[in-house]
């Protein structure tokens, strides 16, 4: 990804909402979050999700904290990051024999999208904070219900 491309989106905890795309390009306020990130005690709590650089099917951007589906799998993909590394990694869930959700033992890098050709066989369902329900370990769920 060049840094032309580089695209992010904030997440608002205290509100529970996304700012607003207009608000997030303006350079003051994206300096002002920086600098709540900084602080021992912020006023605003803040999520930065970073677009990972790659499109899902539709061509939906793919940030940090969405839920993506694969249908030809049934698999459920979260994006998230690695507090170790500081990377966005992927938690990959499956289907069991009788259709609950569960997590899978293995997850990937980034690079997976990649792999998988997230551009022609994903789909953003959702995102964590938005559809924590998608990743209801043991709930049943059915790719009518995404």
Known sequence: MKLKDFDFRIWNNNSKTYEAESITESL???TS?????TYKEPTIDY????FTGYFDKNGNKIYENDILM???TEEIFYITRDDTYKMS???????????????KRNSGGINLLKMLVSD?????????????????EGKQWKLANL
């Open 33 to 37: 979050v920086f600098k709540q990130l």
């Open 28 to 30: 003051g306020f994206v």
């Open 89 to 103: 990694e992927i938690i990959l869930y499956g289907k069991d024999y009788n259709g609950n959700l569960y997590r």
């Open 47 to 50: 999520e930065i999700e970073v």
């Open 70 to 72: 694969i249908e030809l």
């Open 120 to 136: 022609k066989n994903m789909s953003v369902v959702g995102n964590i904070h938005e559809n924590p329900e998608l990743l209801e």
